[in-house]
């Protein structure tokens, strides 16, 4: 009799598992920002979400978590239930960069996993208006001989705009005084009102305001011109070899959860950048969309090892620290 129940105890659990597994997803989806409303990610998160839901056929929630260049947030999706409804979203900054400056109760390369590939974005860099310099050259002349008082915005220690900015100020050979934010959001409305001089923001961040003429760009950090703006030189025409940095992001989910979710995730995430309406709305703000062949979670995985190969040593011997 006890073979009997113990049996019919396996079975059942057995069932519930793949009934889950078929139903999933069954209720609202939340992805985890790790920065302000309003910023680069969060209009990624945002746009690709909305599309989701038509694959899914669930709400996809979308909660900003911020704090110490993304590491807050990035925390608080590692340790949700590994049941495929946490999904983070983040870029080279929070999941390979922040691994090399914070102590971080976790390892970011293994205990997430990888579900799709999103997109590679170039940095801008830009000025609010007030500022003398009229191109790359002229704003690193400004800077030099400004450097004791040159402000330039960030979303926090390790974020793409805090490392773009100490790349940036190496190759240039000055210093510059960083101004933290919650998210590039809060900071790129601080440029705008002049508050602060400088960003080296995510072209999809930047590039509305660069078009409204509230702000000045300078360079794109990237080996060619973007096609939604092409009078923008790159870094390297305008006067700063070298610096060209790609900032990709992505969709990652706690270990541990079910390859059918992830299945399912990637699949609506790829139906998602396939759309027309989803590819225009992000190639206007400069963001170059991963080929089919990169939008896989093996793809992804193999790419995030090999920059923490690539940055973590440049990172600390940097010196950079929380």
């Excluded at 993304?70 to 239930?81: K, L, N, Q």
């Excluded at 190639?283 to 090892?305: F, K």
């Amino acid at each position: 009799m006890r073979k009997h129940s113990a049996l019919a105890v396996v079975l059942l659990a057995a069932a519930t598992v793949a009934a889950q597994a078929q139903t999933f997803p069954s209720k609202p989806i939340t992805i985890i920002v790790p920065f302000a409303a309003g910023g680069p990610t969060d209009t990624l998160a945002r746009v690709i979400g909305e599309r989701m839901r038509v694959s899914l056929g669930q709400t996809i929630l979308v909660e900003n978590v911020t704090g110490a260049g993304g590491t807050i947030g990035v925390t608080r999706a590692v340790r949700a239930p590994a049941d495929g409804y946490t999904v983070s979203i983040g870029h080279l900054g929070t999941h390979v960069v922040n691994g090399a400056i914070y102590p971080l109760p976790f390892d970011l390369i293994n205990d997430f996993e990888p579900v799709a590939m999103i997109g590679a974005n170039p940095m801008l860099i830009v000025s609010k208006n007030a500022l003398p310099a009229k191109n790359l050259k002229e704003l690193v002349a400004w800077l030099k001989a400004n450097q004791d008082k040159a402000t330039m915005g960030t979303a926090g220690v390790g974020s793409g705009s805090h490392f773009s900015g100490v790349y940036f100020q190496s190759l240039i050979g000055t210093k510059i005084q960083y101004v933290p934010y919650r998210g590039t959001g809060p900071a790129l409305q601080d440029l705008v009102a002049g508050q602060i001089d400088v960003i080296v923001d995510q072209a999809s961040n930047s590039m509305p305001q660069v078009k409204a003429g509230t702000i000045r760009a300078y360079g794109v950090t990237s080996v060619r011109r973007m096609a939604a703006a092409p009078e923008i030189p790159t870094a390297e025409e305008a006067g700063v070899p070298g610096f060209i940095v790609s900032l990709w992001s992505a969709f990652w989910v706690p270990k541990g959860t079910p390859k059918d979710a992830i299945a399912k995730l990637n699949g609506a995430i790829v139906e998602a950048l396939a759309d027309d309406n989803v590819r225009r709305r992000l190639g206007d703000v400069g963001l170059e969309i991963a080929a089919p062949n990169q939008q896989t979670p093996e793809a992804l995985r193999a790419h995030q090892r090999a920059e923490a190969e690539k940055w973590w040593p440049v990172i600390k011997a940097a010196g950079i620290k929380p």
